[in-house]
């Protein structure tokens, strides 16, 4: 794991739109794995900036509410379309979101599989993290190898997420996800965290002991995952000096 600490959402922000730019530069065919949530809006919109090729690129997108429609305003179809995707020269159909409103759940989610699949896998996988330690929608005790599938969503996910509904009783408790194995198998993993309150989740996920009780810490696994934060995301982690040394000391080779 390689975690990377600066000062604010916008810097931490900066580093991954490199990331990605440099991907898209050497891989202009690349797949990419997209999260929504407060925490990608800075990230979106340092991307829409760069005017970037998309024009061959293909994403799939990590959940969708269970019975909204891609209309809904609080669909992460209409998110994605209105935070990314109307702003780059992505075609329509190399966007892919799980289909909220799909009536064949398990069989649907098996095609979204295979079109991730069909696709070469993916190149990099964004991802946020959920204060009780989720990615994508995988709660605490999803299987560590799970697969796209249907997740009821926890209270404390259903909290964090009232300010863009409005209400609690409003959040769905419903969700497809991509599965933890799914997001495992991509080649690239950058996971971003902002704010204080994501400080106990990230420290459980990066120092603590890999258990499904904190979804995000399989990232321990993977052999490049980065975890990039803002300073006050940092607070709780034991080894904050060493990543900030480890970080400002790379040799060039490694600098994306
Ligand atoms: C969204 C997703 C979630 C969010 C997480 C953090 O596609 O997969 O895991 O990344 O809930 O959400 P924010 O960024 O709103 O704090």
Known sequence: MEIIIRPTPEAASGVTANLIARLLHDKPNAVLGLATGDTVV???????????????VKTFN?????????????SYHSFMWENLFQHLNIK????????????????????????????????????????????????????????????????????DKVPSFGGQDQVPHHVITMGVGTIMEARQIALLAFGRNKAQAVADAVEGPITAMIPASILQ????????????????????????????????????
């Open 62 to 74: 990590l959940d969708e509410y269970v019975g909204l429609s891609p209309e809904h305003p609080q």
């Open 92 to 159: 329509k159909e190399s966007v892919y979101l799980p289909d909220g409103q799909a009536t064949d759940i398990p069989a649907y989610c098996a095609l979204y599989e295979e079109s991730i699949r069909e696709a070469g896998g993916i190149d990099l996988q964004l991802l946020g993290i959920g204060t009780d330690g989720h990615i994508g929608f995988n709660e605490p005790t999803s299987s560590l190898v799970s697969r796209t599938r249907i997740k009821t969503l926890t209270e404390q996910t259903r909290a």
């Open 221 to 256: 696994m993977h052999p490049t995952a980065k975890i990039v934060l803002d300073e006050p995301a940092a607070v709780q982690l034991k080894k904050a000096d060493y990543y900030r040394w480890v970080y400002n000391h790379k040799p060039d080779s490694q600098r994306f």
């Open 42 to 56: 800075p990230l979106y919109r340092q991307l829409v900036a760069m005017k970037l090729d998309w024009s061959r």
